[in-house]
C-alpha cells in the first residue's frame, strides 16, 4: 500500500521575476494588490511596528521591511480553538543547486499541506495538520479521537508583535519564511558527493521586497544560504563558490478551496495518480484505507449534457525563459491533451499558452511547463500542488531538464550522422529530438493532471503518452535506416480513456460507479492494457508487456529488428556521427548508446521468459484471470536473446576503433564519465565495452526474480521452460567454439556467465533452488575445463583461471572467501541519464532511466 504517496513531492517550475517587479497580470485578469508606502490610518494599532514598512493587501495584509530583509503578516482574530488562519501551503525553489544526482532543482516543490496558524498566548504556531488519518463521520468527537491518536507538526512558533482591536495578530513571519522546509542541508548530507552544511543564519533572509499579496494567495521568496567546510564534489561542480551556496527558497500560502469540489474514489485499474489515507470511520465491513483520485477541478456549464464547454478551462502556461523552437514544441506536445478532454465531454477545456508577460510562474495560480537547467542531463517531473483532504490539484508543475534534448539529437546523430541535423528531413537529428520533446511535454503534464504511468502502451499501439516512447527506427528495403515514424504524434487511446474515467462529469441521478466501471470494462475488452510502475521498470518483473524505452506487440519481433537497426548503425559508424571541429574522442560518448542501443528491448523479451500476463482486476471484473506466458514465446524470446551473445553482435573494425581517440580529463577538456571502461587506455577498448552488451542478457536470464518463477513454472508444467534450460542454453552459446578473431569476445562472455552464476549462487534473497542450480552448473562448466584438453597456451590459460575461480567458490568456506567479479558499469544509455543511485520515490515521475 503506498501511502508514502501522500508525501511525495510535486514539483513547481519557479522562475524570478526581477528584483522589485511586481506580477502585472493572473490567469483571469486580477492584478496584484498595489503596495502601499506605509500603514494606513485605519490600522493605528501598527503603526510603531511596521509605520516604515511597505504594505501589501491581499489573503494576508503584509508589511514588508526592505531594508531590514524582513516581512510581517497580520492573521485574522483566532477562533474558539486558538485557530487564527487555515490555508494550504507548499514550499519549493525558486533557484537551485543545479545538480542533477542532488536533485535540488529550480522549481523543486512539494505536494502541499494544510496549515493551521494557531494562537497562543503571546506566540503565533504553524501548526501542519495530519490528513493521513481521519474520520469522516459527522460526530465531531470522533474526529477528535482520530486527531490526538496521531501526532500532529508545529512547524513554526513566531511572537505576535501587536494585537488589534478584534483580536487581530500582528506577526513577524520571517522566521517562518527563512526554515530549511524542504530539508535541503539534509538532502545535501545524504548524497554521497553534496556535503555536510549548516544555515548561515546572518545570510538568510526573506527577499521582502518581493512579497507577493492577491486575493487568494500570498507568495514568498527568502534567500537561504549553506555553509560547509567540506563540500561535496556535486556542488563544487555547480556553485559559485561551493564553501557558500545560496539558494531561494519560495513559499506559497493560498486559501482553501470551497466545498464545491467532489473527490472521485480510486481504482486501481484506472491508470489515475491515488492519495491514500486511513478513515477511521470506515464500516468494520469495509476497508480502512482509502485512496482518492487526484485531479482537477473541471465542471461543464450544463452538466446535465453529455459535452459542452465549460466554467473555467485548465491551461498550463509555458516557462517564458525556453528559447522559442523549444517552446512551441512544448505547447504542442502538451496541447494534445484537449482531444482528451473533448472526448471526455469537454469542449475547449485545455490550452497551453506561453506564460504572459510579467506574470510570476511560482503563483500557484498558474500551470507551468518549466525549461530547468543543470549540469547535466537529468530527470523530467510532472506533479503539483494538491488539498490534501480531497485530491484536487489547485497548481500542475512540469519540470523538463533542458539537456536532455541534447542527448536526443546526439543519439540520432550516432544512428543516422551529424550531417542531417538541421536539413529537416525525416532523419534530421534535430526534429526527431523536438519530436520526443513534444511527446515528453505531453507525458508530464499528464502527471500534473492527475495519470499515471501506462507501461503497457508501447506493446499496445502506442496507446498512451504516458509511457517511456523507445524510437521507433526500423531498416528500409534499401538497407537504410527509416525514421519516419520514430515518435508518435497526438494522444492515446488509454489516455482517452483514462481523462474520461477521471474527469467525467455525470448528471445528478446518475449511477456514478456503475458508469465508470463500464467506462474501464469496455476499453479493457477493445483490447487497451493498463500496467503501472511497479510491473514496468524493473528487469526483474514479470508482466509480459510492461518495459520501459521498448517497442512493438511483439518483444521477440522487435528485438531482432533492434538488433538489425543496431547492425546498420554500427556498420556505418564513424566520424560522419560528429559535427565538424569536434575532437574524434567524441566518438567515444556517441559510441554508447548505439552500442547498447538494444538494452531496453533486451529487458522487454527477457521479460517473456518466466513471464506472467496479467491484469488489474477488482471483484466482479469479467476479465481473463492471470496465466504463464506460453511456452512457445518463451522459448522465442529465449533463442534471441542468446543471439545477442554472438561475437558477431560485439565485434568492431579495427579501422574505427583506432578514430575513438583517448579524451581529456576536466570540464575544459570535454572529459566525460558516459564513456565504457578503458583499462586498454589510450586504445579503446573494446573488450570492455562487450562486457557491457553482454552482461544486458546474461544478468537479465540470470536475474533471481526470473529464476525462481522459471522454477516454479517447471514445477507447474513439467515440459515447461525451466531455469536450467536457461542455464544450458547460454552456456551452449558462450562456450561454442569460435573463430580466432572472435574468441577473446566469447571468453568475455564466458566470464561474465561464471561471474553472474557466482552472483546468484551468492544472493541470499534468490530462492535455493535457484541458488542450486547455479551450482551445479558452474560444477559442469569447472569438470569440461581440463586445461590439458585445450590446444593453444591462451585458451589453456584462460580455462585454468576460470576452473579456479568456480572451485574457489565451490569449495569457499561458510563464509565467502573472495567476491565475484563484479560487473563493468554500464554507461548511463537513456535519454536523461542515471548515476549515484539516486532513484526518485514516486510512481508517477519520470524514472532514473527516462
Not at 159 to 182: H, K, M, W, Y
Not at 360 to 375: A, F
Not at 649 to 660: E, K, R
Request: proline content about 6%; some cysteine; charged content about 25%.
Amino acid at each position: 500500500m503506498r501511502l508514502a504517496a501522500l508525501f511525495v513531492a510535486a514539483f513547481v517550475f519557479v522562475a524570478c521575476a526581477r528584483q522589485g517587479e511586481e506580477p502585472k497580470n493572473t490567469p483571469d485578469g486580477a492584478e496584484a494588490a498595489a503596495p502601499q508606502p506605509a500603514a494606513s490610518s485605519d490600522d493605528g494599532w501598527v503603526d510603531d511596528s511596521v509605520k516604515d514598512f511597505t504594505r501589501k493587501d491581499g489573503f494576508l495584509t503584509l508589511y514588508a521591511d526592505e531594508k531590514g530583509g524582513k516581512v510581517y503578516a497580520v492573521f485574522p482574530p483566532a477562533d474558539e480553538d486558538g485557530v487564527a488562519l487555515r490555508a494550504i501551503y507548499a514550499a519549493g525553489l525558486t533557484s537551485g543547486l543545479g545538480s542533477n544526482p542532488v536533485g535540488l532543482d529550480r522549481g523543486l516543490f512539494d505536494s502541499g499541506s494544510l496549515v493551521a496558524f494557531r494562537r497562543v498566548g503571546d506566540r503565533m504556531i504553524a501548526e501542519q495538520e495530519n490528513w493521513t488519518y481521519r474520520a469522516s463521520a459527522d460526530n465531531p468527537l470522533e474526529r477528535k479521537a482520530v486527531r490526538e491518536s496521531f501526532a500532529r507538526s508545529f512547524l513554526w512558533a513566531g511572537e505576535v508583535t501587536a494585537t488589534g482591536p478584534n483580536g487581530e495578530s500582528l506577526v513577524d513571519i520571517s522566521g517562518f519564511l527563512t526554515r530549511d522546509s524542504l530539508g535541503v542541508v539534509k538532502a545535501l548530507k545524504d548524497h554521497p558527493k553534496g556535503g555536510t552544511y549548516e544555515v548561515a543564519k546572518d545570510r538568510t533572509f526573506p527577499d521582502a521586497a518581493n512579497a507577493l499579496a492577491f486575493p487568494d494567495n500570498v507568495e514568498f521568496d527568502s534567500f537561504l544560504t549553506l555553509t560547509s567546510d567540506k563540500p561535496g564534489s556535486e556542488v563544487r561542480a555547480t556553485a559559485a563558490d561551493a564553501r557558500a551556496i545560496t539558494i531561494v527558497m519560495h513559499h506559497t500560502l493560498a486559501r482553501l478551496p470551497d466545498d464545491g469540489y467532489k473527490p472521485r474514489p480510486y481504482d486501481v485499474r484506472s491508470g489515475a495518480i491515488d492519495i491514500p489515507y486511513y478513515d477511521f470511520s470506515a464500516p468494520l465491513s469495509d476497508s480502512i484505507i482509502r485512496s482518492v483520485a487526484r485531479r482537477f477541478r473541471l465542471e461543464r456549464v450544463d452538466p446535465s449534457a453529455a459535452s459542452g464547454p465549460v466554467k473555467k478551462p485548465i491551461v498550463f502556461y509555458v516557462d517564458s525563459g525556453a528559447p522559442p523552437q523549444i517552446r512551441d514544441a512544448l505547447i504542442e506536445g502538451a496541447s494534445w491533451w484537449a482531444d482528451a478532454f473533448a472526448a471526455a465531454g469537454f469542449e475547449d477545456a485545455f490550452r497551453v499558452e506561453p506564460l504572459p508577460e510579467g506574470a510570476h510562474p511560482r503563483d500557484i495560480r498558474y500551470n507551468v511547463i518549466s525549461w530547468t537547467h543543470r549540469q547535466t542531463r537529468g530527470w523530467s517531473y510532472g506533479g503539483g500542488v494538491s488539498d490534501p483532504r480531497t485530491g484536487e490539484m489547485l497548481k500542475g508543475s512540469v519540470i523538463l531538464g533542458s539537456q536532455r534534448v541534447r542527448q536526443d539529437r546526439m543519439i540520432f546523430e550516432g544512428l543516422a550522422g551529424a550531417e542531417k541535423s538541421g536539413t529537416g528531413e525525416t532523419d534530421d537529428p534535430v526534429e526527431i529530438a523536438l519530436a520526443r520533446i513534444r511527446q515528453l511535454s505531453a507525458h508530464e503534464v499528464g502527471h500534473a493532471l492527475g495519470f499515471a504511468h501506462n507501461f503497457a502502451a508501447s506493446s499496445n499501439g502506442r496507446a498512451s503518452v504516458m509511457d517511456y516512447p523507445a524510437p521507433l527506427v526500423t531498416v528500409g528495403d534499401d538497407g537504410a535506416l527509416d525514421f519516419s515514424e520514430a515518435y508518435d504524434v497526438g494522444i492515446g487511446e488509454w489516455d482517452k480513456v483514462a481523462a474520461t474515467w477521471l474527469y467525467a462529469q455525470f448528471p445528478a441521478d446518475a449511477d456514478e460507479r456503475a458508469t465508470l466501471d463500464k467506462i474501464l470494462e469496455d476499453a479493457y475488452a477493445s483490447g487497451l492494457r493498463y500496467v503501472a510502475d511497479s510491473e514496468g521498470r524493473s528487469v526483474s518483473t514479470g508482466n509480459p508487456y510492461a518495459s520501459v524505452w521498448d517497442n512493438g506487440e511483439d518483444a521477440v519481433a522487435a528485438l531482432k529488428e533492434t538488433m538489425a537497426v543496431r547492425k546498420v548503425a554500427l556498420d556505418n559508424f564513424g566520424a560522419r556521427a560528429i559535427h565538424e571541429g569536434q575532437p574524434l574522442s567524441k566518438l567515444r560518448e556517441v559510441i554508447v548508446p548505439v552500442y547498447l542501443y538494444h538494452r531496453y528491448q533486451v529487458a522487454a523479451a527477457a521479460k517473456l521468459v518466466g513471464g506472467y500476463d496479467f491484469a488489474y482486476k477488482t471483484k466482479g471484473d469479467d476479465l481473463s484471470a492471470g496465466s504463464v506466458v506460453a511456452d512457445e514465446k518463451q522459448r522465442a524470446a529465449l533463442s534471441a536473446l542468446i543471439d545477442t551473445l554472438d561475437p558477431e553482435a560485439l565485434m568492431l573494425p579495427a579501422s574505427l576503433l583506432d578514430q575513438m581517440t583517448p579524451q581529456m580529463g576536466g570540464f575544459g577538456g570535454g572529459g566525460s564519465g558516459e564513456v565504457f571502461d578503458d583499462d586498454t587506455r589510450p586504445m579503446f577498448d573494446l573488450m570492455s565495452a562487450a562486457d557491457t552488451a553482454v552482461s544486458l542478457t546474461i544478468d537479465a536470464l540470470l536475474d533471481s526474480a526470473r529464476a525462481a518463477r522459471l522454477v516454479e513454472q517447471r514445477r507447474r508444467a513439467p515440459q515447461a521452460l525451466g531455469f536450467g534450460d536457461v542455464l544450458n542454453a547460454i552456456d551452449a552459446k558462450v562456450f561454442a567454439a569460435a573463430g580466432p578473431g572472435a574468441q577473446p569476445l566469447m571468453t568475455v562472455a564466458q566470464d561474465r556467465f561464471v561471474s553472474s552464476l557466482i552472483a546468484l549462487s551468492r544472493n541470499e534473497d534468490a530462492i535455493p533452488a535457484a541458488r542450486a542450480l547455479a551450482d551445479a552448473k558452474l560444477r559442469a562448466i569447472a569438470n569440461r575445463l581440463n586445461p590439458s584438453l585445450f590446444s593453444g597456451q591462451q585458451a589453456r590459460e584462460h580455462n585454468a583461471w576460470l576452473q579456479s575461480r568456480i572451485e574457489a567458490h565451490l569449495d569457499r568456506p561458510a563464509a565467502p572467501a573472495a567476491p565475484s567479479t563484479p560487473a563493468a558499469e554500464i554507461p548511463p544509455g537513456s535519454p536523461i541519464g542515471a548515476s549515484d543511485g539516486m532513484m526518485e520515490d514516486c510512481w508517477h515521475c519520470e524514472d532514473f532511466d527516462g
